[in-house]
């Protein structure tokens, strides 16, 4: 079934650990996109990238790193994980057009 | 001001009520006015989008963009319990460079 696959879909993560969220889709698109969610401030985007090898920073970068290696593949790390990283985490990707986008299940996070 | 403004509700309504959400905005460069639908635990799914002013009909769904006013809304009619979920505005400029969210409004449909 074409789409994203997050992984892992939960995590309780003590503060001043290193976590790689993954994120992998098979459309063979070029754009692909991380964003948290949270209550009361909707979806922000963190950093993305518009195709392989490059990458660029969103909305609320900080503390956050990506790469992208390959087309498929677009993996957020947590370097120093800290309380106000809890969130919700949903990768995306975008074919042609404004309806190509396509979200993930989403990522629950919870530092501790 | 932010960029996006929308009422987080909850909305509580019977089945088969009309419903109206909305949003308004502050980027004048925003060309597509796009709804997502986002279930509990699951990722948003685009449920409509418009280009431009003007309205767009899908089944029980009609999507409004009044640019002058920079408002848009989306009504359903004939509401189910199944459209309880959470109703996200998007926006997006002609460069598709990324999509700006509202926070969303959480929706009930009551049997």
């Known amino acids: 079934i074409a789409g994203i696959t997050q992984a892992p879909t939960s995590q309780i993560l003590a503060a001043g650990r290193r976590m790689t969220l993954r994120c992998t889709q098979d459309?063979?698109?070029?754009?692909m996109y991380w964003y948290r969610q949270d209550l009361g401030l909707g979806l922000r985007l963190i950093h993305y990238?518009?195709?392989?090898?490059?990458?660029g920073k969103g909305e609320v970068p900080d503390g956050y790193s990506v790469s992208r290696a390959n087309t498929d593949d677009f993996p957020l790390t947590l370097a120093s994980a800290v309380p106000s990283q809890t969130s919700v985490y949903f990768c995306?990707?975008?074919?042609?057009?404004?309806?190509?986008?396509?979200f993930g299940s989403g990522t629950r996070l919870t530092v501790v | 001001q932010k960029e996006v403004e929308q009422d987080p509700g909850p909305l509580s309504v019977p089945e088969g009520a009309i419903v109206s959400l909305n949003c308004t905005y502050s980027?004048?460069?925003?060309?597509?006015f796009m709804w997502y639908r986002q279930y509990s635990r699951k990722g948003p799914e685009l449920l409509m989008y418009?280009?431009?002013?003007g309205n767009k009909e899908d089944g029980r769904f009609t999507a409004q963009v009044d640019k002058s006013s920079k408002y848009i809304s989306l009504f359903i009619r004939d509401s189910q319990p199944s459209d309880s979920a959470t109703y996200l505005c998007?926006?997006?400029?002609?460069?598709?460079?990324?999509?700006?969210f509202g926070t969303g409004t959480r929706l009930l449909v009551s049997p």
């Open positions: 998007a926006f997006m400029n002609t460069g598709f460079q990324k999509l700006v």
């Open positions: 980027n004048s460069a925003f060309q597509y």
């Open positions: 459309m063979r698109h070029n754009a």
């Open positions: 990238s518009n195709t392989a090898g490059t990458t």
């Open positions: 995306a990707s975008r074919g042609q057009g404004v309806d190509g986008y396509t």
């Open positions: 418009t280009y431009s002013s």
